[in-house]
Each structure stands twice: as C-alpha cells, then as structure tokens.
C-alpha cells in the first residue's frame, strides 16, 4: 500500500517537476551577462548538447545579430550548456539554426496556442517565454501559471 501511495504521489508530481527548468547552481555569471542582456537566460535542458553546440558556434551570426563574446567566456558558457542540455529524443527537431521553438517538446507543450496569439504585438515572438509565463524568468512554465487572460484584453 505504501509502495501505490508512493507511485501515486510521485505521479502527480512528476508533470509539475518537468514543467520547473531553473538555471542550475553553478550557472556562469557570463551566460547571465551575455545571454540573458537581450532575451531570457534559457534553461540549458530546452536543447541537446548538439544544438547548444551549434548555437555557441554561430554567434557571429546569432539570429540576425553578432553576439559574438571572447574565447574563454565563449567555452565557459558552452561547457555549462552542453553539461546541462536536454535530452535529445525529447527535444528533437531544432533546426538550423537551432530553436527552442522548433523542438518536438516545444511544439507538443504549444499545439493548442492559437496564432493569433503567437502574432500578438505583446508576444512578438514563440521564443518570447516570459510574455505568457509569468515565472518565465525563474524557470517555471507550467499552464497553469500562464498570462493569457492578460493577454486576450
């Protein structure tokens, strides 16, 4: 009984932990600096080590803009994302370049946004996290914590 209690339990739990993507502890001050001075500081695990890979070697050309920093601050930051990235079977079909937005994990957790709202001018874009979860910034990205009722005035 105590094992059932347990699995059920865990259960429960289990889809508002995957939902919960904090920055880990020994998170670079520069990926902070760098990274998060022009959109969020994404959580490692929303690519795979290949994807991080290809983004870090492509900041000269990084979205249409140079995010070009030194050589050592660009090893440090790609070490802390591959040592932290995603599962590849779970975040497959990034594209390239690489995008969040494009993962297969990505794309099953937004299927039901309507793209009114993606083309919304408060939204600008799906890579545009913290427009519709509130707790964007802290790692946390459950539905049930969304700012759509905000958005639809």
């Keep these: 009984m105590k094992r059932l209690l347990t699995s059920l339990l865990l259960a429960c739990a289990l889809p508002a932990l995957a939902d919960r993507l904090p920055l880990p502890a020994d998170t670079p001050a520069s990926y902070r600096s760098e990274c998060a001075s022009c959109h969020l500081a994404f959580p490692p695990a929303l690519l795979a080590a290949a994807d991080w890979q ?3 070697n492509q900041l000269d050309r990084h979205f249409g803009t140079d995010a070009t920093v030194d050589p050592r601050t660009a090893r440090d930051i790609a070490a802390f994302l591959v040592r932290h990235a ?4 779970r975040l497959s079909g990034a594209g390239e370049p690489p995008r ?6 990505f794309v099953r957790k937004h299927r039901e946004v309507s793209n009114k709202l993606w083309r919304d001018p408060r939204v600008k874009s799906a890579a545009n996290c913290e427009a519709c979860h509130r707790g964007a910034a802290d790692g946390r990205f459950s539905e049930h ?3 759509l009722s905000e958005l639809r005035r």
Aim: hydrophobic share 30%; no cysteine; glycine share 6%.
């Design 100 to 105: 969040i937005t494009q993962t297969a994990r």
């Design 86 to 89: 995603g599962d590849p079977s």
């Design 145 to 147: 914590d969304l700012l």
């Design 54 to 56: 290809r983004t870090m």
